[in-house]
């Protein structure tokens, strides 16, 4: 496999006075399929568009072309291209490359071949694509999909599978709408996910933006410019180097986040761990606990709803406003840390020195609790 990637790696050399093509080549077959028959295609150095259509029938175009000033060597290039569409064994097959063992070696080619890759598929039937070196174009699709894309970017519809594994490096990817899915996603210029019911995420060095999230995520998003999402039900995130920017959560979430800033607009049922970094909350409406070591916590506005309030910090700043209705039973515990509070905070004060206890309510008091342990930094509560 690594001899013909290089051939064709070879051939990508200037032709910079050569402006037509010189040898091509077209393709055109058609096939009809059943329900539960696969789709498979790889490819490489071209645009691949798949369409979907109601036909129970595959339908493959390919025209490929060579650029260069040499007839010769351009025929030869094109002669060392093996295209093969058929359909074997319940499974349509569109597969590309150049003959192993016949690559030119210690001479380039002053040739380059592209390819141009059309398929018209059934939106019920099951697709699997390899595409290296060009962009790949998908619509609607309901079938299953598995889909590796590398140095190209990657545009697809609404995917209504269950079944939908993505992977994408040194390219973009936009996602219109998906149901389920299994995304890797490096280097390149990000991802984009319009909306997506169940999302497993890998991402590194790479921007991910998602609208929203109507069932669950699992991310783990490490370095590059970071993670945006609109709104998420149950969120699972573990972020490294990329911060990370999330407009509501409405189920549980737990989040850890290293070396970088977190910012949630409204959130319900929060877990959070987090090492140097800035976490900002602007309303927690449910429970929430936070272990953090360093940098700072900055929650806006707690409201009545949450009952139940753990913060337990280190080297760090940490200033939360509860609503002005909000009350419940407070304990306070610091270790070389200042305490600052507010009017509608009465406490009792226990300890000397470097560690203390304080212990009183918020309000009223009441049900709600909320329990602070701080070592090495400062707390304000207002």
């Known amino acids: 496999m690594k001899s013909w990637i290089t051939g064709l790696l070879l051939c990508v050399v200037s032709f910079a006075n050569a402006q037509e093509a010189i040898k091509s080549r077209k393709v055109s077959k058609s ?15 071209g645009a691949l568009d798949i369409r979907t259509w109601d036909k129970n029938e595959v339908k493959i175009e390919v025209d490929l072309k ?42 380039k080619w002053k040739a380059e071949i592209k390819g141009s890759y059309q398929v018209y598929m059934p939106a019920t039937n ?55 899915a299994e995304i890797t996603q490096q280097y390149g210029a990000g991802l984009t996910i319009g909306s997506v019911g169940t999302l497993k995420l890998n991402a590194a060095y790479a921007a991910v933006k998602i609208g929203s999230v109507t ?52 959130t319900v049922d929060l877990i959070t761990n987090a090492q140097y970094a800035n976490v900002t909350i602007s309303r927690l409406k449910g429970d929430a606990k936070f272990t953090m070591q360093y940098n700072s916590l900055n929650i806006n506005d707690v409201t009545a709803e949450c009952r139940k309030l753990e913060i337990d910090c280190a080297q760090l700043k940490a200033t939360v406003n509860f609503s002005t209705n909000y009350n419940a039973v407070l304990e306070v515990n610091t270790s070389l840390a ?32 909320v329990t602070v342990n701080s070592k090495h930094g400062g707390v304000t509560l207002n």
């Open 31 to 45: 096939f009809t399929v059943g329900r539960n028959d696969k789709v498979t295609v790889n490819n490489q150095y």
């Open 66 to 107: 060579v650029y260069g000033d040499n007839t010769a060597e351009a025929q030869e290039l094109l002669d060392l291209t093996n295209i093969k569409a058929l359909s074997a064994g319940g499974e349509v097959i569109l597969d590309t490359k150049l003959a192993k063992g016949k690559v030119k070696t210690g001479k």
């Open 126 to 180: 099951s697709l699997k694509l390899s595409h290296q070196y060009g962009d790949v174009s998908i619509g609607d699709l309901s079938g299953a999909l598995e889909a590796n894309v590398q140095y190209g970017n990657l545009k697809l519809g609404n995917l209504k599978s269950n079944s939908n594994k993505i992977r994408v490096q040194y390219g973009r990817a936009d996602i219109s709408n998906v149901n389920q």
């Open 215 to 266: 069932e669950k995520a699992n991310i783990v998003q490490q370095y590059g410019p970071g993670l945006t999402i609109g709104s998420a039900h149950d969120l699972y995130l573990n972020a490294s180097y990329a911060k990370v920017s999330i407009g509501t959560i409405s189920g549980a979430a737990n989040l850890v986040q290293r070396y970088s800033n977190l910012t949630i607009g409204t």
């Open 338 to 369: 200042d305490f600052k509070y507010g009017p509608n905070i009465s406490v009792k004060t226990e300890g000397t020195g470097q560690n203390r206890q304080y212990t009183g309510k918020i309000g009223s008091g009441g049900n709600s609790k």
